[in-house]
């Protein structure tokens, strides 16, 4: 995925979700607006996914900053279709690839609420 914006709640209480320019943590990121790309063949990726391919057209999301797993360690060369990993990045996607079932499991905990008291709640789709 490719970063497009980066929003953060300003201050107080009642604050709003704005653009900022950068983060200097992803503890200060709400929300960031990314084009989402799919792995094509080994470190290529195209920028026209299967979800969108019908239409011929880029996919574009709004992920919570606890969604971002890591940065690349170079930049990605861009291609007519997509983009290609540098061997080090691609090496990193394949181990975060494999390990998509515990990933989820972390990431259902982390929506997880607890009460003052140390009672889990529901989350807003309803998982524990």
């Known amino acids: 995925m490719k970063v497009i914006a980066i929003y953060s709640k300003g201050g107080g209480k009642n604050g709003k979700h704005t653009a900022v320019d950068k983060a200097d943590a992803i503890a200060g990121v709400s929300y960031l607006g990314v084009q989402i790309y799919q792995q094509h063949f080994h470190r290529h990726f195209r920028s026209i996914p299967d979800a969108t391919a019908v239409f011929q057209c880029n996919h574009f999301a ?3 900053s606890t969604a971002l797993l890591c940065l690349l360690s170079s930049k990605p060369n861009l291609t007519h279709s997509g983009l290609e990993l540098a061997p080090a990045d691609h090496t990193d996607f394949d181990i975060l690839s494999t390990a998509l079932p515990q990933l989820a499991e ?13 009672a889990t709640q529901r989350d807003a789709e309803g998982d524990f």
């Open 106 to 118: 972390v990431a259902k905990l982390f929506r997880k609420r607890t009460s003052r008291n140390g």
């Open 62 to 64: 709004f992920l919570p």
